[in-house]
């Protein structure tokens, strides 16, 4: 098992930044690819960001290209998402998710409960 707790979230003005940040534990995190998932309200998930498990290959979504920074710290078992220049519609909640394999998806075998970033126009 995996357990994955995401921090960071909040308020913040169209154009600002946040740092989310996802804590990793249990089987040994640092053989997965490490994923962003975000679900808008009313919406159903959507792929933000990946990161493999040596960080060497990161994907990213057309909508956060650019603006968002996926990254990974092995020695702490962390993950992060940069957000830059962030948009009304970049408001949803944040999940951390991991999986065996980097690939565009929403399916991942382990979830974090995800934490709410909201931005104001």
């Known amino acids: 098992q995996v357990q994955l707790v995401e921090s960071g979230g909040g308020l913040v003005q169209a154009g600002g930044s946040l740092r989310l940040s996802c804590a990793a534990s249990?089987?040994?995190?640092?053989?997965?690819?490490m994923a962003w998932i975000r679900q808008a309200p009313g919406k159903e998930r959507e792929f933000v960001a990946i990161?493999?498990?040596?960080?060497?290959?990161?994907l990213y979504a057309s909508s956060v290209k650019g603006r968002f920074i996926i990254s990974r710290d092995n020695a702490k078992n962390t993950v992060y998402l940069q957000m830059n220049s962030l948009k009304p519609e970049d408001t949803g909640v944040y999940f951390c998710?991991?999986?065996?394999?980097?690939?565009?998806?929403?399916?991942?075998?382990?979830w974090g409960q995800g934490t709410q970033v909201t931005v104001s126009s």
């Open positions: 990161i493999s498990w040596g960080g060497a290959t990161t």
């Open positions: 998710a991991a999986r065996s394999t980097v690939a565009v998806t929403t399916n991942y075998d382990y």
């Open positions: 249990g089987r040994t995190v640092s053989n997965y690819a």
